[in-house]
């Protein structure tokens, strides 16, 4: 009976998908429509574009999944009505994908999530163990896991880039005062510091450096890296070059006052987590070696008692 639903989902499923993508059934986009007319405008050239093969890693399944998944993810993306916020948080992340992809991402993991709770629930069915509304309740757990899951991994990818940036500014920072009072200008220390270091805070320069080249300000250009990293010492740091630019104060000063700033504050935040974890392990020495302790020095007189009489 469950072989029979299984395989009758499948056909249908199957059908369905060959009914709606069938060129007579799909819908033609506004951008399907003048793409014709606007080909010969074309900046670059279809040759070095990736082959249609490399755009998927699943192969043909995964060109003939892909209208079905994009159509999905989007309808998705219309249910959600944070996709400037998500955008932002991506940004934040540093992935370089759109919300669109994120989405898709998201319901991969939810369809991963998915095949494992069906592949427990067969062996629980080959053990002669299945009960339908658990098996519905898991699948429904599973599909809903997955999707909560990757906004949960974006918010650890998040965090964890956070305090990449965090520790890498101090020592960014030093690097563009030392440019700064050699004489360079603030563009050349920013254009030195994403040559010649790594890391996340210099991909974030390197950024606003092909913004300032785009035809940006530098002032607009660092504002919107401090609006795209969302991290208080940056924000400070691009308020204070800003200031220092437009009333003429030694930017290498401010830059070096910065770096000492983030570095007085990661101080104080590993005080803080000492005296967090100091409080967390008083926990088991009151309640775990302190009692022990008293009952090894209170037994022998006991027992020493127990003899006396």
């Known amino acids: 009976m469950i072989l029979s639903l299984v395989l ?8 369905w998908l060959v009914l709606v993508r069938i060129p007579a059934m799909r819908p033609v986009t506004f951008a399907q429509r003048v793409a014709p007319h606007l080909r010969a405008g074309r900046s670059g050239s279809r040759m070095l574009a990736e082959p249609l093969a490399a755009q998927t890693p699943f192969g043909p399944l995964g060109r003939i ?58 062996a629980n069915l080959a053990a002669g163990r299945f009960n339908p509304m658990f098996a519905f309740l898991v699948l429904i757990f599973c ?14 990818q998040t965090t964890r880039r956070s305090k990449r940036i965090l520790n890498q500014f101090p020592t960014i920072a030093e690097l563009m005062a030392l440019a700064v009072a050699a004489g360079e ?22 950024l606003t450096l092909a913004y300032v080249r785009a035809g940006a300000t530098l002032a607009d250009a660092l504002a919107e890296m401090a609006d795209r990293i969302q991290l208080t010492a940056m924000t400070r740091f691009v308020d204070a070059i800003t200031v220092a630019s437009e009333r003429g104060t030694p930017i290498a000063a401010v830059m070096r006052a910065q770096a ?15 005296g967090k974890k100091e409080i967390g392990m008083m926990i088991p020495i009151v309640f775990g070696i302190l009692p022990l302790t008293i009952v090894f020095s209170v037994f022998p007189g006991l027992a020493l008692i127990d003899m006396n009489y």
């Open 8 to 15: 009758g989902v499948a056909l249908g499923s199957g059908l």
């Open 185 to 206: 200008s603030t563009v050349g220390s920013i254009e030195r510091v994403a040559r010649t270091s790594k890391g996340a805070l210099s991909e974030e320069f390197t």
């Open 260 to 274: 000492q700033d983030v570095r007085d504050a990661a101080k104080r935040e590993l005080m803080e987590t000492a």
């Open 65 to 122: 999944l892909a209208p079905m998944l994009a159509d999905v993810a989007r309808f998705s993306q219309r249910l959600n009505p944070s996709n400037e916020a998500m955008g932002r948080r991506l940004a934040r992340a540093g992935l370089g994908i759109s919300v669109l992809d994120f989405r898709a991402q998201q319901l991969l993991w939810s369809a991963a999530l998915t095949l494992v709770g069906a592949a427990l629930l067969a």
């Open 143 to 156: 599909a809903v896991g997955g999707y909560l899951l990757r906004d949960w991994y974006l918010g650890e």
